[in-house]
């Protein structure tokens, strides 16, 4: 496998750069503060198409690849990993399932006002007893014939507050497991539906996170998207853009946190030399890079397979895991060449430490991607 | 190496900061508030004079149970762990162990009572070169005229006085660093912005300034030049309470750790049925002894006068990243909650250790310091 990027996707790379350093990285630390993204950013980031860039363009979209769209999602995660999940959500998961399952009636009413990001996605799987185990869903979707009867509450939603579109998944039959399991698209101002106030976490501040209640929520029969029962499937296909974005916004973190540490290194002096000079802490960086060299050759591995068609559960969850514990690590090491100021957030690197924590936890446990894993490896 | 009295004395404690403290934690951490409402009950409790001989109103204890109280404070609360610790072992040490008759009996009854005293070592260009200090302490006549900054100093606002290192020569020697009493009133001496910390945001972290501080010669700490190796010493203990603080932090993750995969299911059953949860809570278990017991070990050779300081560098270097380790951990088997700061502390505690691999000497100066002493020992065999 080829893993030089095409000149198109180091164009995109570079111009999502250009509108980071300009758009992004002066005011992450001020939306990491204050806990929020500024709708104004959410709009330009429409009109120069990011939020559609991988719709397809007869849905008003700029129908790029997952690899050019991965170059994007480094490029925001490493100015403000809070903007890049929210991207990331909407894009990779929420057009990404109704493009790969909606019909063209839905395609067509969901995905052009998603693509210029007059609507929001967002993303309704987990709950409060379930984490891991979709199995496990309690949220029910009882079918009236017109209608489905939407019950249930749903956690941890990215997106939560901003978003007018919930990609939803409920059993629309309790008694079987994976196999009762269906997916909607529900407008969120469908009556019955509150959302919860923002969640206040640990990192990603900047994205928006909410709890989400359906209480005899009516939604249309048109609105299942794909076919009963198969909400399962839908959910695990799409599980790999999802782990595929996860893994370059920790790739960005990371990316930012070494520059960091580089630049600092450098500029800092004690007993009488930069730190740069010592090698306990040089041996520290080239491990740093090594490791994300190691991920972003994962990640690309990924998205190119899952461009070009091919199976790949097993190269995303490697990919997820192992960008996501670059992730860690790398941050970690950051913050420790810094010393005492790494740990005051005068310092980006206090940030992308507490940014970098949840890579290893959203969109699978490192155990799940483990689990995922071991079983394609010991399957006969 | 632990005693009945050790086991007791971990009871009183426990009972104490689940009383007290721990109710607390939570919202001082969020409102980044020093809680000035627990300096009676911990003063009261005896935590606040355990170094400080009786004669000087203390009530003091051996260094196994003074680690054990960081330990089981700091295993509710890292932020109280960190105030109790730089007071006793960084505030009053120095001067139970450096300053004459009369500075003990002026300041030590007063720290007995509750009144912090802060350590002033580090400064923006000094810090793990603390004898790069660039604080400098002038003579004129009987009095010293003190300028500088110092900065990360805990409970710089609320501390009545803090022990300074300047410098008493222009020559860059660490034999010409002094140490000084300085009090927070005084004209010169001022107090900078609280620092907005990752963690241990219950914990008064701020910046020191002298500006043309003039002090008499009675607050000089020990003799001319005698600074640095004061401050090596005091850093030497200073650094099993970090070292008690991280293994009480990582006790407090793994409690939370353990009692969640007890209690949520997932595939039908407990996660802590599952293999890869057990190995990761084994693992904190062991670790987390590992820790425990490097650090009585380093406070039995304390106590008994055996050289310690390698061993308070290791106990200090294995059990910070010990605790950062089983907060890793403890995030990860509480999955998405973990990341939230709902209802659990294992985020908080995440974000409370990483600061035992940072203060007090990084974990890169300490194995700078293990393997110098090793050299040292290799020489003179």
């Given amino acids: ?380 | 190496m632990l005693q009945k009295k050790h086991h007791e004395y971990r009871e009183k404690i426990r009972a104490f900061a689940l009383e007290k403290i721990e109710p607390l934690a939570k919202s001082i951490d969020e409102e980044q508030r020093f809680p000035t409402e627990q300096i009676k009950p911990l003063t009261e409790m005896g935590l606040m004079s355990m170094v400080i001989p009786e004669e000087y109103g203390g009530k003091p204890i051996d260094t196994i149970s003074y680690s054990i109280a960081v330990e089981e404070l700091s295993r509710v609360c890292g932020s109280t762990g960190i105030t109790i610790a730089a007071h006793n072992s960084l505030g009053a040490l120095p001067i139970v162990k450096f300053g004459n008759n009369d500075q003990k009996m002026k300041y030590l009854p007063r720290a007995a009572k509750g009144e912090l005293i802060s350590f002033g070592l580090t400064e923006p260009e000094a810090g793990s070169d603390a004898g790069g200090t660039k604080s400098m302490a002038i003579r004129d006549g009987d009095d010293w005229i003190i300028n500088g900054s110092k900065c990360f100093i805990t409970s710089a606002s609320h501390a009545m006085a803090t022990i300074a290192t300047a410098r008493t020569s222009d020559k860059p020697e660490e034999k010409d660093i002094t140490s000084f009493i300085l009090e927070k009133g005084w004209e010169g001496y001022s107090v900078g912005k609280k620092e907005n910390k990752i963690g241990l945001r219950g914990s008064d972290t701020a910046s020191l300034h002298f500006d043309d501080l003039r002090i008499s010669d009675e607050y000089r700490i020990g003799k001319i030049g005698e600074g640095f190796k004061q401050m090596l010493i005091t850093l030497d203990g200073g650094r099993i309470s970090i070292g008690a603080m991280a293994l009480g932090l990582a006790q407090g993750a793994l409690d939370c750790a353990l009692k969640y995969a007890a209690d949520h299911k997932q595939f039908g059953k407990p996660i802590i049925f599952s293999q890869a949860i057990q190995n990761k809570i084994a693992d904190m278990e062991t670790e987390i002894e590992g820790a425990r017991l490097m650090i009585y070990d380093c406070s039995e050779r304390k106590d008994a006068g055996i050289p310690f300081s390698r061993h308070s560098a290791m106990c200090k270097l294995y059990a910070s990243e010990v605790g950062r380790r089983a907060a890793h951990s403890a995030m990860g088997i509480l999955g998405d909650i973990g990341y939230y700061t709902g209802p659990y502390p294992a985020e908080r505690i995440w974000r409370d250790v990483k600061l035992c691999e940072i203060g007090e000497g990084t974990s890169e100066i300490q194995r700078l310091v293990i393997a110098r002493d090793l050299l040292r020992s290799l020489k003179q065999t």
């Fill in chain 1, 1 to 380: 496998m080829d893993f030089n990027l095409s000149e198109e996707d180091l164009e995109f790379k570079q111009m999502a750069r250009e509108f980071a350093e300009k758009r992004l990285y002066p005011q992450a630390e001020e939306m990491d503060e204050k806990a929020e993204t500024p709708k104004e950013l959410i709009k330009e980031c429409g009109e120069l198409g990011y939020l559609g860039f991988t719709v397809p363009e007869e849905y008003g979209g700029m129908g790029f690849s997952s690899t050019a769209f991965a170059g994007v999602l480094e490029e925001f995660s490493a100015a403000c990993a809070g903007f890049g999940i929210l991207l990331s959500v909407h894009c990779s998961l929420c057009c990404e399932i109704i493009k790969l399952f909606g019909d063209k009636d839905t395609k067509k009413k969901y995905l052009p006002p998603m693509a210029t990001g007059e609507k929001i996605g967002s993303y309704c799987l987990t709950e409060p007893n379930m984490g891991t185990d979709l199995s496990a869903i309690a949220t029910t979707a009882e079918n009236k014939g017109d209608h489905y009867l939407l019950n249930g509450t749903k956690t941890f939603v990215t997106n939560g507050g901003l978003a007018s579109v919930l990609i939803v998944f409920a059993k629309t039959n309790p008694d079987e497991g994976h196999r009762g399991l269906s997916c909607f698209i529900v407008d969120k101002d469908l009556d019955g539906i509150s959302v919860g106030k923002p969640e206040t976490k640990c990192g990603i501040k900047a994205s928006d996170t909410r709890e989400i209640n359906f209480a005899d929520v009516k939604v249309p029969k048109e609105n299942l998207l794909g076919e009963e029962g198969n909400g399962f499937r839908m959910a695990v296909t799409i599980l790999n853009s999802g782990r595929i974005g996860v893994s370059f916004q920790a790739i960005g973190i990371a990316q930012s946190a070494l520059n960091e540490a580089i630049k600092y290194s450098k500029e800092r002096k004690q007993f009488g030399k930069p730190l740069a000079a010592f090698q306990a802490l040089q041996f520290k960086m080239a491990e740093m890079a090594t490791r994300i060299d190691a991920s972003r050759l994962l990640a690309y591995r990924a998205a190119q397979l899952k461009d070009a068609g091919k199976p790949c559960h097993r190269e995303t969850s490697m990919s997820k895991l192992f960008c996501s514990q670059t992730a860690n690590f790398v941050a970690n090491e950051a913050v420790q060449i810094h010393g005492g100021y790494g740990y005051m957030k005068e310092y980006a690197v206090e940030r992308y430490f507490r940014d970098a924590r949840v890579t290893e936890i959203y969109e699978g446990t490192s155990e799940a991607h483990l689990m995922v894993i071991s079983k394609d490896l010991l399957k006969d």
